[in-house]
Every structure is written in structure tokens, then in C-alpha cells.
């Protein structure tokens, strides 16, 4: 049985009709490699393996996987020129999940994976940037505790020791952003967050890459049976035998300063089904930068901008100042950007969801999906393909899901009432109709 397939420089072992063994994810780096586009090389482990691992347990998969993984790795070294667990010209990667259907934020992925104290002086060194690199280890060790230590708090109610000690240590320095530490900061977050690991585990943080790897491979495979991934499966109705697929991929950073940036983008809207392509990126930031709310993403367009500047009352000015679009920043990126988002949807004949990073201004692709979206652009963007001639009646029809048709007839706010209220605070809207009642922040508060 292959367990690992790989993928890079153009070339795959892999496709978008495999997603049932490669995972959704798996399948469209696969793809996305045989199209021609930008994209990290890496390799996929089988959702077949996952199933193994909940049957058989860790030790038995990782004997039987371990041949064909180092050979994959040896594939990653080849394509990137760099070697991993070598403290001189080190390759770092990144362990993602990837079921066959959509799971978003279900499941956890671990960044920076092959950092040590040897390899962030040879990052720093090679890149001629120590805040990037220190920065870049104090996350690997951050989501590390959390994904494969299991020291991710298990409610919002519980406190998450890691942001605790940042919170901390950006109230000494009078800063309020991450990107205000300094490296001598962040060398002190890296011994600060290793004590916390040794109290929490009782261990020191692992050293070795290797050992890294099967941590963060197994805590995927683990990810499968979390709660919030059972619950997920149960709301959706998604078989619990069809396990996950783990992707890793050399790791490319939105983090190496001004020239670099992370982000997330959809080839229409998602709320509203409009064709107008749209997304949001960060300048010099990481992973789970743009959604985790702590800055304020930018958008990638200008008109995307624009609106967003109107609804919150920023000027013409200092949005262009402040918040300028990747088009206003990065122009060259932003047009490869737009480009490559039309191809895919035009290949995939539906709307795409997308990840994308930004290094040292070349743009790589991490991940395409056929986007979530409301009940009203559901019926829209449907309709909208098929009268463009992109797709049948009976694909129309296939595409309706019934619950998300339960939403178009939901109550929603009175347009001209909307206007006239009083507005006490902005969010992302969650809601596919008009709500009433008492604000709560965590789903546990809210059962309560």
C-alpha cells in the first residue's frame, strides 16, 4: 500500500480526483502543482493511514510510514536545496491537516517545524534577519505546545498559557503589537515558552527534527478525534472512518519583514455571491495572523479597500496611509494574485477559497478549496455560472444544500430600520439572519 505521495516543481504523484485519499487539501496542492502554479513542494500521507493510526495506534504507523517519509523528505531536500535536521542550511516545513471535506479551523497545523537553537542562528544568519528568524521559533515552539503538547486551552474560558506569557511581556515593554518585540523580546519569549513546555510536560522542548516531525505527523492524525472535529463531523454529517490526510511542505514565511505578507482571498464573495474577487493579507505576519483578530487584516483590492474604509468611517487618506490594499502595496503579487484565482475557478467551475504567502515578494500558493459560503450566494453564484455557461441544470441543483436554503428564509433587519439604529460594535457576521438577545463570547457560555 503507497501511504505518501509528493508533489513540487510542477510535477505530482497525485490529483484533484484523489481527494478521497489525499484529502481535499492534498489533492489541490497536487493539482495546483500540475497546473503550473507557484507552490511549495512537499509530500501527502493518506487518509488511508489515518484509519490505521485510530485502529492500530502510533507505533505500528510510524514503523510502517517511516521508510517512505524519509524518502519524501529526501524529495523536499532535493527540490529545496536545503536538509532537514541540518543546523547549517536547515530545511523547515509545515504539518497541515486535510480531509476530504471541508473542515475549516477543525483542525490544527504546526509552522516552522525543524527549528532548534542551532537552526534560528543559521536562519538568521542566511536570512540577514535575526527578529524574523527568532520570531519564526518563538511561533514553532507556541504551536508545538499547543498542537502536539497539548497545551491548547480546551475552552475560551480557560487561560492559554502561552498568550499569557506574551500579554506579559508586551505589558513590560508598553507595546501592544507582536511585531513591536524586539529580538532580544523574542529570544526571551523562546526560554520563557521552553519553562512553560518543562512545567506543563515535565520534558524539555525536543531538539530533534526528526522527533518534531512524528510529534506534529501523530497530534494531525490525533486532531481527527478532538471534540470540536467530532462535533463538526456530527453537524455535517461526515463519516468518521474517512480520516484525515497530513500535508507537509517546505516552509515559505510572510514574515521576513516589509516585502512579505500571508492572507486568505475568494474568487466572489461569500456572504453575498457577487462576482468580485476579494480577500484579506497582513504585511509581515504568519499562519493564523489574518483570523486570530489581534491586527487588523487590510484588504487585497482597492475597491475592496475602499468599502471597507467607508463602513468604518476611515478616510480616503489614512486608509491609503494606514491600510493601504496588497494592489497599493504589492502590486506585482496582487495582479499574479487575481490572475491565478481566475484560473482556478474557472478550472474548478466554483467559487474558490484560497490561501496564499508572500516571500520577499514572490507569491506562493498553499491551498485552494471550493469556498463556504451563505445561502444567498449559494443560489447566486450558482445561478450565476450557469448562465455564463460554466456548469449544468443538474449541477445547479447538486450544489443546493437544504440547510443552507433553510437560511434565505430566515427574518433579516429591516434595511431602513439598519440605518436608524444605534451601533454599539462592529464584528464579522456569523449569522445568516437577524438575531435578538444576550451577547456571549465561547460556545460553552453560550450552552450555559
Same mark, same amino acid.
Given at each position: 500500500?503507497?501511504?505518501?505521495?509528493?508533489?513540487?516543481?510542477?510535477? +505530482?504523484?497525485?490529483?484533484?480526483?484523489?481527494?478521497?485519499? !489525499?484529502?481535499?487539501?492534498?489533492?489541490?496542492?497536487?493539482?495546483?502543482?500540475?497546473?503550473?502554479?507557484?507552490?511549495?513542494?512537499?509530500?501527502?500521507?493518506?487518509?488511508?493511514?489515518?484509519?490505521?493510526?485510530?485502529?492500530?495506534?502510533?507505533?505500528?504507523?510510524?514503523?510502517?510510514?517511516?521508510?517512505?517519509?524519509?524518502?519524501?523528505?529526501?524529495?523536499?531536500?532535493?527540490?529545496?536545496?536545503?536538509?532537514?535536521?541540518?543546523?547549517?542550511?536547515?530545511?523547515?516545513?509545515?504539518?497541515?491537516?486535510?480531509?476530504?471535506?471541508?473542515?475549516?479551523?477543525?483542525?490544527?497545523?504546526?509552522?516552522?517545524?525543524?527549528?532548534?537553537?542551532?537552526?534560528?542562528?543559521?536562519?538568521?544568519?542566511?536570512?540577514?534577519?535575526?527578529?524574523? @528568524? /527568532?520570531?519564526?521559533?518563538?511561533?514553532?515552539?507556541?504551536?508545538?505546545?499547543?498542537?502536539?503538547?497539548?497545551?491548547?486551552?480546551?475552552?475560551?474560558?480557560?487561560?492559554?498559557?502561552?498568550?499569557?506569557?506574551?500579554?506579559?511581556?508586551?505589558?513590560?515593554?508598553?507595546?501592544? !503589537?507582536?511585531?513591536?518585540?524586539?529580538?532580544?523580546?523574542?529570544?526571551? !519569549?523562546?526560554?520563557?515558552?521552553? +519553562?512553560?513546555?518543562?512545567?506543563?510536560?515535565?520534558?524539555?522542548?525536543?531538539?530533534?527534527? /526528526?522527533?518534531?516531525?512524528?510529534?506534529?505527523?501523530?497530534?494531525?492524525?490525533?486532531?481527527?478525534?478532538?471534540?470540536?472535529?467530532?462535533?463538526?463531523?456530527?453537524?455535517?454529517?461526515?463519516?468518521?472512518?474517512?480520516?484525515?490526510?497530513?500535508?507537509?511542505?517546505?516552509?515559505?514565511?510572510?514574515?521576513?519583514?516589509?516585502?512579505?505578507?500571508?492572507?486568505?482571498?475568494?474568487?466572489?464573495?461569500?456572504?453575498?455571491?457577487?462576482?468580485?474577487f476579494n480577500g484579506e493579507y497582513l504585511i509581515n505576519a504568519q499562519g493564523e495572523d489574518v483570523v486570530a483578530g489581534i491586527r487588523t487584516p487590510q484588504q487585497i483590492t482597492v475597491e475592496g479597500s475602499r468599502r471597507w474604509a467607508a463602513l468604518q468611517g476611515i478616510s480616503?487618506?489614512?486608509?491609503?496611509?494606514?491600510?493601504?490594499?496588497?494592489?497599493?502595496?504589492?502590486?506585482?503579487?496582487?495582479?499574479?494574485?487575481?490572475?491565478? @484565482?481566475?484560473?482556478?475557478?474557472?478550472?474548478?467551475?466554483?467559487?474558490?477559497?484560497?490561501?496564499?504567502?508572500?516571500?520577499?515578494?514572490?507569491?506562493?500558493?498553499?491551498?485552494?478549496?471550493?469556498?463556504?459560503?451563505?445561502?444567498?450566494?449559494?443560489?447566486?453564484?450558482?445561478?450565476?455560472? !450557469?448562465?455564463?455557461?460554466?456548469?449544468?441544470?443538474?449541477?445547479?441543483?447538486?450544489?443546493?444544500?437544504?440547510?443552507?436554503?433553510?437560511?434565505?428564509?430566515?427574518?433579516?433587519?429591516?434595511?431602513?430600520?439598519?440605518?436608524?439604529?444605534?451601533?454599539? @460594535?462592529?464584528?464579522?457576521?456569523?449569522?445568516?439572519?437577524?438575531?435578538?438577545?444576550?451577547?456571549?463570547?465561547?460556545?460553552?457560555?453560550?450552552?450555559?
Open positions: 500500500m503507497k501511504r505518501v505521495y509528493t508533489f513540487g516543481d510542477g510535477k +505530482a504523484e497525485g490529483n484533484a480526483s484523489m481527494r478521497n485519499l !489525499l484529502g481535499g487539501k492534498g489533492a489541490n496542492l497536487a493539482e495546483m502543482n500540475l497546473l503550473g502554479m507557484p507552490v511549495p513542494p512537499g509530500f501527502t500521507i493518506t487518509t488511508e493511514v489515518c484509519t490505521e493510526y485510530t485502529q492500530y495506534g502510533r507505533d505500528k504507523v510510524v514503523k510502517d510510514l517511516t521508510a517512505e517519509v524519509q524518502a519524501a523528505i529526501a524529495h523536499v531536500e532535493q527540490l529545496t536545496g536545503k536538509k532537514f535536521n541540518d543546523p547549517e542550511n536547515p530545511l523547515l516545513v509545515s504539518v497541515r491537516s486535510g480531509a476530504r471535506a471541508s473542515m475549516p479551523g477543525m483542525m490544527d497545523t504546526v509552522l516552522n517545524l525543524g527549528m532548534n537553537d542551532a537552526t534560528v542562528e543559521s536562519l538568521a544568519k542566511k536570512s540577514g534577519n535575526a527578529r524574523f @528568524a /527568532w520570531d519564526s521559533y518563538r511561533r514553532f515552539v507556541q504551536m508545538y505546545g499547543d498542537v502536539v503538547l497539548g497545551m491548547k486551552p480546551k475552552s475560551k474560558a480557560d487561560i492559554d498559557p502561552f498568550e499569557e506569557i506574551m500579554d506579559k511581556v508586551k505589558e513590560e515593554k508598553g507595546v501592544k !503589537l507582536d511585531t513591536e518585540l524586539t529580538v532580544e523580546d523574542l529570544q526571551n !519569549l523562546v526560554k520563557l515558552f521552553k +519553562a512553560a513546555v518543562k512545567e506543563y510536560t515535565g520534558k524539555d522542548f525536543p531538539n530533534d527534527a /526528526w522527533e518534531q516531525l512524528w510529534g506534529g505527523i501523530c497530534a494531525v492524525f490525533d486532531s481527527w478525534m478532538n471534540e470540536r472535529a467530532i462535533l463538526y463531523r456530527r453537524m455535517n454529517q461526515i463519516p468518521e472512518e474517512w480520516g484525515t490526510a497530513v500535508n507537509v511542505q517546505a516552509m515559505v514565511y510572510g514574515n521576513m519583514g516589509d516585502n512579505s505578507a500571508t492572507g486568505v482571498a475568494f474568487s466572489r464573495d461569500a456572504a453575498t455571491g457577487e462576482n468580485i480616503e487618506e489614512v486608509r491609503a496611509e494606514k491600510y493601504p490594499s496588497l494592489e497599493e502595496s504589492m502590486p506585482v503579487c496582487a495582479a499574479e494574485l487575481i490572475a491565478i @484565482a481566475g484560473r482556478l475557478e474557472n478550472y474548478y467551475k466554483d467559487m474558490q477559497d484560497m490561501e496564499f504567502t508572500i516571500q520577499d515578494g514572490k507569491l506562493w500558493m498553499l491551498q485552494t478549496r471550493n469556498g463556504k459560503r451563505t445561502g444567498a450566494a449559494m443560489v447566486k453564484i450558482a445561478m450565476d455560472l !450557469l448562465r455564463a455557461g460554466e456548469i449544468d441544470e443538474k449541477t445547479v441543483l447538486k450544489r443546493m444544500e437544504p440547510q443552507k436554503l433553510d437560511e434565505l428564509l430566515h427574518p433579516v433587519f429591516d434595511k431602513a430600520a439598519l440605518k436608524r439604529a444605534e451601533v454599539v @460594535a462592529k464584528g464579522l457576521p456569523a449569522s445568516p439572519g437577524a438575531a435578538a438577545g444576550q451577547i456571549v463570547f465561547s460556545a460553552e457560555e453560550a450552552e450555559a
